[in-house]
T-cell receptor
Framework: DTGVSQDPRHKITKRGQNVTFRCDPI?????LYWYRQTLGQGPEFLTY????????KSRLLSDRFSAERPKGSFSTLEIQRTEQGDSAMYLC???????????FGPGTRLTVT | EDQVTQSPEALRLQEGESSSLNCSYT??????LFWYRQDPGKGPEFLFT???AGEEKEKERLKATLTKKESFLHITAPKPEDSATYLC?????????????FGDGTTLTVKP
């Protein structure tokens, strides 16, 4: 399978704990995106990487959220001091340069209790 | 700020009953409009990109069209396997990042 992969697929955590998610994009794709989706809503943009550089970050992303893409390959999204409002599906997408459509992974479903 | 509104929120069809889904958008210079399909518990799957008014794209029973203010996804003679949530998204020309703004989707149910 050469699609976008995400790990873990499901995560249950207690309020106040830190969590980290991983995304492996399609290998030749230099652009990587993180989105958040809650039930009944469309995906909401969080942040964007071109290679290893984080070029855009949503105003909605509080300082509890941080993302990295070392060496321009896989990416991690960390949420510190989780809150119940962080419960959502976290989606990763990638695309090659010069192409505008995005290819999504299966998502990581986070539940904060 | 870019905005995407999809209607209806939910649509129930009998197998073979054709219909259309609407996506209205406002964007400061359209780079592209995208349709995705999303099955429950999965990530969105890319269907079409439309770039300019008057453009049309087709794939099997689906046909997407674009005007300056809206896009339609026409479903001809749908089958139960077409049941899914269909998402519309736009990218503005001003963004270099390819950030997409999504609507909340139309959930289509096709009954046999």
């Amino acid at each position: 399978d050469t699609g976008v992969s995400q790990d873990p697929r499901h995560k249950i955590t207690k309020r106040g704990q830190n969590v980290t998610f991983r995304c492996d994009p399609i290998s030749e794709h230099n652009r990587l995106y993180w989105y958040r989706q809650t039930l009944g809503q469309g995906p909401e943009f969080l942040t964007y990487f071109q290679n290893e550089a984080q070029l855009e970050k949503s105003r909605l992303l509080s300082d509890r959220f941080s993302a990295e893409r070392p060496k321009g390959s896989f990416s991690t999204l960390e949420i510190q001091r989780t809150e119940q409002g962080d419960s959502a599906m976290y989606l990763c997408a990638s695309s090659p340069g010069g192409v505008n459509e995005q290819y999504f992974g299966p998502g990581t479903r986070l539940t904060v209790t | 700020e870019d905005q995407v509104t999809q209607s209806p929120e939910a649509l129930r069809l009998q197998e073979g009953e054709s219909s259309s889904l609407n996506c209205s958008y406002t964007v400061s210079g359209l780079r592209g409009l995208f349709w995705y399909r999303q099955d429950p518990g999965k990530g969105p799957e890319f269907l079409f990109t439309l770039y300019s008014a008057g453009e049309e794209k087709e794939k099997e029973r689906l046909k997407a069209t674009l005007t300056k203010k809206e896009s339609f996804l026409h479903i001809t003679a749908p089958k139960p396997e077409d049941s899914a949530t269909y998402l519309c998204a736009v990218q503005a020309r001003v963004t270099n990042a390819g950030k997409s703004t999504f609507g909340d989707g139309t959930t289509l149910t096709v009954k046999p």
